[in-house]
């Protein structure tokens, strides 16, 4: 079996995780083999996945019932904004929402911690994809917990043991309800190992065309890498289900890791019962009638 067989035919469930066990991080590949034998071959299954999903998109937005919402949440230099760029840039602007969240504003502060997300979901017939996103709530929030006291929560709900289950609950609540009513939610984890997310650090710092993407702060957050493995242990733990997994992705290789994220984001697209509209057979006839009108217009 070539590589475009073994991407073809990659089973989507190694990647896949639903709550039916503990998770633990250090069980999930960083680096799996490679789906291509050279770049070339990468960017032709690239092309050909993104066509795919290109079309499958204008189907869902001609049927217009359906929505559907990719969050993606990773540590730095895990590769989401690269990820997504390539993914999706093959869609329609039309048919797609990016956005980025960075820290909240203090009109975000005011209101409640899933306020900004919800806003921005995606409407019937189009893809949303939030580059981080109300996960962020129980993520870096949980590992500086200190956060919590700038979003002016009443002092009754201040309980850190209590806080955090609650807004586990209210993610999955929330995600139910937007399956339930036509869009679901496809969860990416961009699984990066420690010793890949140094060197793609470091090549910031050396590479002075790349200094711009690089933070001081990045260097500061990998002091707290094992906390941050625990609070997305638990994240991804509470908030997995049969019907909304997260996927998570070995991310040390990013072009096998787009690939994967492409291939997945095929198959959801490939599971809305979408269609094109059917014209009735009076509105075929009308149609028929107006291709003579265009052509005697074209003669005059």
């Not at 006291?149 to 929330?174: A, F």
């Not at 996927?247 to 198959?267: F, G, T």
Request: proline share 4%; with cysteine; net charge neutral.
């Amino acid at each position: 079996m070539n590589t475009k067989d073994t991407f073809f035919d990659l089973n989507l469930d190694s990647f896949r995780y639903t709550g039916r066990e503990p998770i633990s991080l250090n069980k999930w590949d960083t680096e799996i083999d490679s789906l291509y034998e050279s770049n070339e071959e990468y960017e032709e299954l690239l092309r050909l996945t993104v066509t795919e999903i290109s079309d499958l998109q204008e189907r869902m937005y001609a049927h217009n019932r359906y929505g559907l919402l990719a969050v993606f949440q990773a540590r730095d230099a895990a590769g989401k904004d690269g990820t997504i760029q390539r993914v999706f840039s093959g869609v329609n602007p039309a048919g797609i929402r990016v956005h980025s969240f960075k820290q909240p504003s203090s009109q975000e502060l005011e209101r409640d911690f899933m306020w900004r997300c919800l806003v921005r979901l995606p409407e019937r017939g189009t893809i949303g994809v939030f580059n981080r996103s109300y996960y962020e709530e129980v993520l870096a929030v949980k590992v500086h917990p200190k956060i919590l006291h700038s979003q002016y929560l009443p002092d009754e709900w201040m309980d850190s043991e209590k806080i955090w289950k609650r807004r586990y609950k209210d993610i999955r609540n929330v995600e139910k309800y937007l399956h339930r009513n036509g869009f679901p939610t496809v969860k990416f984890f961009l699984h990066v190992s420690k010793e890949e997310q140094g060197k793609r650090l470091i090549s910031r710092i050396k590479n002075e065309s790349k200094n711009w993407k690089f933070n001081r702060q990045d260097v500061e957050e990998r002091g707290y890498w094992n906390q941050y493995t625990n609070a997305y242990e638990e994240a991804i733990g509470k908030t997995a289900t049969e019907k909304l997994p997260w996927y998570i992705i070995p991310a040390d290789d990013k072009k096998n890791m787009r690939l994967i994220v492409a291939k997945i984001m095929l198959e959801e697209l490939k599971n809305l019962k979408t269609s094109y509209p059917q014209s009735d057979p009076e509105e075929q006839k009308v149609l028929q009638d107006m291709i003579a009108v265009i052509e005697q217009q074209n003669k005059e």
